[in-house]
């Protein structure tokens, strides 16, 4: 079943090469309408997932991210609208060049050809790599998890509905078979598919990275960190701070561990540690740290290396810039890890030393994401340096071949 379904995808992406980029547009468009008219059923079955989540004890972090309302179902409506108007990005030349010999060589951005998505919890990655890979031209088959099923079986439902009054419903693959038995048979594929993306759990996504076939493309951890430099404006780094920890601990590019130089840990931490226990988030600091604000949980070196997804932060004072990054290239998995500082040779050398896929100056690492990037959405964060690196979408989604044009030359 899955093997034909990928069999099936993989052949719509010819039809996909020979459709006009309107008529994929005015798809994404359609399917933005449809899963906004249908968001009360959509958030009927959502229901049904979060009973069986309280019923298996889903952990926390997956249960925040299983959940829709009408917020989240009209962010994946404008996803569809975003991806719609972005410029086409297939057959795009991106560079041309003249050989001695009068050849003219081009590099053109071409699919990669389909895109196997398995992913855990999160029902508005069905919408958001469906919209991406129809746009791109790929193929794509999708595997959510058996949590999300009610949920993402009715949004791909909807979006396949939609595809089919365009002849593109070959295109979108979902695969309702959620035994774990279906991941082995995706990451054998290696002659149908050509892609993989896991999204989900720290121990998933490793375990598809280790097993795969196939190339995989996406990221284990996300320990963030925010450093409060000795040149920060510290009202906007208790602001970037907070926000960074508490507006969705449950995400990857949550803030995880925060780090203060320790000139101005005196006059930050007392007050910005309150706040957070105001929010209810468990502090666990350095002795540095502790003795400015002694009632922190001590924190041990596995804090360091710890992605909690939840209102747990680690704290560390230290004593400069130098020891900032040593520590986020010590403990940090190359996410997103943002400095707060008004110094701009400071802020310089931390964009230019910080080896993330992003890196902020003055601003929350929430903003680590395609719709916020302007991207319209993402198939995942990647936290790799080959292909794609930070938030995946259109550009991501291609490859390139060479063109070249002659008048009869021979070698």
């Not at 198939?379 to 794609?388: A, D, E, M, N, P």
Request: aromatic share 6%; charged share 25%.
């Amino acid at each position: 079943m899955i093997k034909q379904k990928a069999e099936l995808a993989r052949t719509a992406m010819r039809k996909l090469a020979q459709v006009s980029s309107d008529v994929r547009n005015s798809a994404l468009l359609a399917m933005a309408d449809q899963i906004w008219l249908h968001r009360n059923q959509i958030i009927e079955a959502n229901q049904m997932d979060l009973e069986n989540g309280r019923k298996d004890n889903l952990a926390l972090p997956l249960m925040n991210r299983l959940a829709l309302n009408e917020e989240k179902i009209s962010t994946m409506a404008d996803n569809l609208r975003q991806v719609a108007s972005l410029p086409e990005p297939i057959g795009e030349v991106t560079r041309t060049w003249e050989r001695p010999n009068g050849l003219q060589i081009g590099v053109m951005r071409v699919p990669i050809g389909l895109v196997g998505v398995i992913y855990e919890s999160r029902p508005n990655v069905t919408v958001e790599v469906s919209a991406l890979c129809l746009k791109s031209g790929n193929g794509v088959i999708l595997r959510g998890g058996s949590e999300a099923i009610h949920s993402n079986t009715l949004i791909a439902e909807t979006l396949r509905r939609v595809a089919e009054e365009f002849g593109l419903e070959e295109a979108i693959q979902f695969v309702e078979i959620t035994d774990r038995e279906a991941v082995r048979q995706m990451i054998s594929m290696h002659e149908l598919i050509d892609l993989i993306v896991p999204r989900g759990s720290q121990e998933f996504i490793r375990y598809i990275m280790k097993t795969s076939e196939i190339p995989v493309v996406g990221h284990a951890d996300g320990i963030c960190h925010v450093y409060v430099d000795q040149d920060a404006d510290l009202e906007m780094a208790e602001q970037i701070t907070i926000n960074a920890k508490t507006q969705y601990v449950a995400v990857c590019n949550a803030m995880e561990t925060m780090l203060v130089h320790e000139n101005v840990a005196d006059k930050f931490l007392p007050t910005v540690t309150q706040k957070f226990v105001d929010a209810e988030v468990e502090l666990r600091g350095c002795d540095k740290a502790r003795k400015f604000c002694p009632d922190l949980v001590p924190a041990s070196e596995e804090d360091w290396r710890t992605e909690y997804l939840d209102s747990i932060l680690s704290i560390r004072v230290v004593t400069d810039l130098d020891e900032a990054i040593d520590h986020i290239e010590s403990f940090g998995s190359h996410h997103s890890d943002a400095i707060i500082t008004n110094n701009y040779t400071t802020s310089q050398r931390f964009l230019k030393e910080v080896d993330s896929a992003a890196v902020y100056v003055n601003a929350s690492t929430r903003f680590t994401d395609g719709y916020e990037f302007g991207l319209g959405a993402e198939v995942g964060v990647s936290t790799q340096k080959l292909h794609c690196r930070g938030p995946m979408g259109l550009e991501g989604l291609t490859s390139y071949k060479y063109i070249v044009r002659g008048t009869g030359q021979i070698k």
